[in-house]
């Protein structure tokens, strides 16, 4: 297989796809035997290994590590220090983490083969969907495709977005043109730094090319239904942009105006009719099917947390249109593709290639109870990639060409079934997250560190937080954190809560989460203004009541830090006596 299978062509991806799960073992075997190869004489290797490339010696000595470990390293590479400390290939790029380590996000090491890998991941996903769904070919697809802004370390090297790596390499602008990779939107606007300009120009592209659109999507599912709800808010600006046949002048990039001329060369009154009927007759039930006629499915990444946003997909879409998770990957390394993808949403598996990295599990014995950072994991405990078991829970390790090393990726998957030799994995959730709405992830500890702070202003004014809890509202577009209060008076003939407080509660709350949050709310603005619901007296203690009558030992209740929709929420909500919402952005600087 050429260079692990990177650069297979199209029509017989599916041929050397099959080869690669029918040999996942060897394929494992080689992969880890190429990475100690190469990068053996690294000074993080040959602490354990004194330059072996012997996997055993690997398997025995390496040990298995957090971004604590890890961090350091990238600190040096970032100042000056040659890539050779971590790997024999040159890092070339950072990529930003969703995940946080003390409030600011992790950096991965990238090197340039690490885009070829990407590459043939995604080269797949038509040929699988080609499987199911016919006339792919015959139209073309509205993918929402955003940049973030990069930065560069004191030495030079760019910090920014896997994403933003991908869509601003040669692989994805020089990409060979064909029926399967037509997108409506014009790459200058994929690349427009300004989010809010972007998204308006590829909604006027898409609502222009209506009648060729088969395929609607966005990366996360979050990001969809954010451009969604910025159509509803700005449909009769783009539709006023289709009569005239010119752009609206708040689009102030100079590569999207040019870039947009041609789809505004003339005026085009009879669709701007047909768009604004549409648009302005009642709910929006539906109202994809209705934009987008011929459309055939939905793409985006929908497991995990963007599972919170499939009632809201279902609701536009009228439940009509499938809703289609392609593929699994991260930061760190690319993992594997949903080869049922007209499965439910909930029901998606995906199969690991194993080409993409050397991949070992830790066994989660204790249900999914995960260890956490601080605890050391043993060797003995690893399980390699061929050897998981149905059914059985594992936390997610890898071992990758551009310098990670038994690092933990903090994702918890389950096995539910292999495909040849490659196991298939539904993925569970991550690492003690409890709070997620975009590519922000708010774990229990920083969530109570930032209610511990505000709570601290009540105390000032002589009232305490009994109790708390909290919530991710996605009922509406850009959803937000949610936080039930339960709160009691210290003193007698104490006055009433100034809801000026309650505000700065809010504020103080934001101002503690990490750089990923704040830049969602301040920057993205992908994530909506936190919310705190004041709950009447006892409010806990009947959500006590109700968990222990489900099951719930009341020797060992504890007051879950997030709860799900269902009985809990609505009976919370019962309780709600007043709502504040965070009057201003977080500060965020880049």
Same mark, same amino acid.
């Given at each position: ?5 990177l650069?297979?062509?199209? @029509? ?37 290994m ?7 010696t ?8 957090? =971004?604590d ?63 199911y ?20 370390? @004191? ?18 602008? /020089?990409?060979?043109?064909?029926? =399967?990779n ?29 009648? /060729? ?10 990001? *969809? ?13 783009l ?57 055939? =499915?939905?793409?985006?990444?929908l497991?995990?947390?963007m ?20 593929? =699994? ?25 194993? @080409?993409?990295?050397?991949?070992? *599990? ?9 260890t ?27 071992t ?17 079934g ?21 590519t922000?992830?708010?774990n ?8 511990t702070r505000a709570?601290?202003m ?6 305490i ?42 504020v ?7 750089y ?11 994530v ?26 009341? @020797? ?35």
């Amino acid at each position: 297989m050429d260079n692990n299978g990177l650069g297979c062509k199209r @029509n017989d991806a599916l041929q050397e796809l099959e080869l690669l799960t029918v040999n996942a073992k060897e394929a494992q075997q080689h992969i880890l035997t190429e990475i100690l190869d190469r990068n053996q004489a690294s000074e993080y290797l040959s602490k354990f290994m004194n330059r072996s490339t012997n996997t055993s010696t690997f398997k025995r000595n390496v040990p298995v590590v957090t =971004y604590d470990v890890v961090q350091p390293y990238i600190a040096r590479i970032s100042t000056g220090e040659d890539s050779s400390i971590i790997s024999g290939d040159r890092i070339v790029e950072l990529l930003r983490s969703s995940g946080t380590s003390r409030g600011e996000p992790r950096l991965m090491p990238a090197i340039s083969e690490d885009l070829d890998r990407r590459t043939y991941l995604y080269s797949l996903l038509m040929p699988i969907m080609n499987k199911y769904v016919s006339g792919l070919g015959e139209g073309k697809a509205m993918y929402l495709l955003f940049v973030k802004e990069e930065t560069l370390t @004191n030495s030079g090297i760019p910090v920014r977005s896997v994403l933003t790596s991908y869509y601003k390499s040669p692989h994805f602008l /020089h990409r060979k043109h064909d029926t =399967y990779n037509n997108y409506t939107s014009p790459d200058e606007v994929i690349l427009c730094p300004d989010s809010q300009q972007s998204m308006y120009c590829q909604l006027l592209c898409g609502l222009v090319e209506r009648q /060729h659109v088969l395929r609607l999507g966005a990366v996360f599912a979050s990001a *969809f239904l954010r451009s969604i709800s910025f159509l509803e808010k700005h449909w009769c600006d783009l539709v006023s942009d289709i009569r005239i046949g010119k752009l609206n002048s708040s689009v102030t990039n100079t590569e999207c105006r040019l870039a947009m001329e041609g789809f505004l060369a003339l005026p085009n009154p009879e669709l701007a009719d047909e768009l604004e009927e549409i648009c302005s007759c009642g709910p929006w039930k539906g109202i994809l099917g209705r934009l987008w006629p011929k459309v055939k =499915y939905i793409e985006a990444v929908l497991t995990g947390t963007m599972a919170q946003y499939i009632p809201m997909l279902e609701f536009y879409s009228g439940g009509r249109i499938p809703l289609v998770c392609t593929m =699994y990957a991260s930061s760190e390394s690319y993992f594997g593709v949903n080869l049922r993808p007209l499965c439910k949403p909930t029901d998606v598996s995906y199969t690991i290639l194993p @080409n993409m990295a050397y991949f070992e *599990f830790i066994p989660l014995e204790d249900g999914l109870r995960v260890t956490d950072d601080e605890e050391v994991v043993g060797n003995e405990k690893l399980v390699s990639l061929v050897d998981v078991k149905v059914g059985c829970y594992y936390e997610l390790v890898v071992t990758t060409f551009s310098g990670l090393y038994r690092y933990r990726v903090g994702d918890v998957l389950q096995v539910t079934g292999f495909y040849n030799r490659a196991p298939q994995f539904k993925f569970i959730c991550r690492r003690n997250v409890i709070l997620s709405i975009d590519t922000d992830k708010t774990n229990e500890e920083d969530l109570h560190k930032s209610v511990t702070r505000a709570k601290k202003m009540l105390e000032d004014r002589n009232h305490i937080l009994l109790e708390y809890t909290s919530y991710p509202d996605t009922s509406t577009v850009p959803g937000h954190y949610v936080l039930f209060w339960e709160i009691k008076s210290t003193c007698e003939g104490t006055k009433p809560l100034d809801p000026q407080l309650l505000e700065s509660c809010c504020v103080s709350v934001e101002e503690s989460l990490d750089y990923i949050y704040r830049r969602c709310r301040a920057h993205d603005k992908s994530v909506g203004p936190l919310e705190i619901r004041l709950v009447e007296a006892g409010a806990f203690d009947a959500l006590m009541d109700l968990l222990v009558s489900q099951g719930s030992s009341i @020797n060992q209740y504890k007051t879950p830090r997030c709860i799900e929709s269902g009985l809990a929420l609505k009976l919370l909500n019962t309780k709600v006596t007043a709502s504040f919402f965070s009057p201003r952005d977080p500060e965020w600087v880049m």
